[in-house]
Nanobody, 120 residues
Framework: VQLQASGGGLVQAGGSLKLSCVVS????????MGWFRQAPGKEREFVAA????????YYADSVKGRFTISRDNAKNTMYLQMNSLKPEDTAVYYC??????????????WGQGTEVTVSS
């Protein structure tokens, strides 16, 4: 499976961005999917997850109420709507198939991420 995240950019605190993740090689509907992020000098962390059919969603406490994860299996695309952005949201964002049991990535494979920078 190939993963391509996009939609990042530079935004002021309080602003919004919408990230997209296009999956190719296999149908998106085969996977529970998640967003992760890695800030400079920090380990990669879980951000949000969505079940294969979109029926269940999960969020890190740090983004709950501000971010919304969604998916369109017909388009093989997953999204992350990010509102009320904070400087601490600055990171490279990655999408990946996820295990809902532990909210951990299923594979040791990260496609190209997309960089989000939030200025104060």
């Amino acid at each position: 499976v190939q993963l391509q995240a996009s939609g990042g950019g530079l935004v002021q605190a309080g602003g919004s961005l919408k990230l997209s993740c296009v999956v190719s090689g296999r149908a998106l509907s085969n996977y529970h999917m998640g967003w992760f992020r890695q800030a400079p000098g920090k380990e990669r962390e879980f951000v949000a997850a969505i079940s294969f059919n979109g029926g269940s969603t999960y969020y890190a406490d740090s983004v709950k109420g501000r971010f919304t994860i969604s998916r369109d299996n017909a388009k093989n695309t997953m999204y992350l709507q990010m509102n009320s952005l904070k400087p601490e949201d600055t990171a490279v964002y990655y999408c990946a198939p996820i295990s809902l049991a532990g909210l951990t990535p299923m594979y040791n494979y990260w496609g190209q991420g997309t960089e989000v920078t939030v200025s104060s």
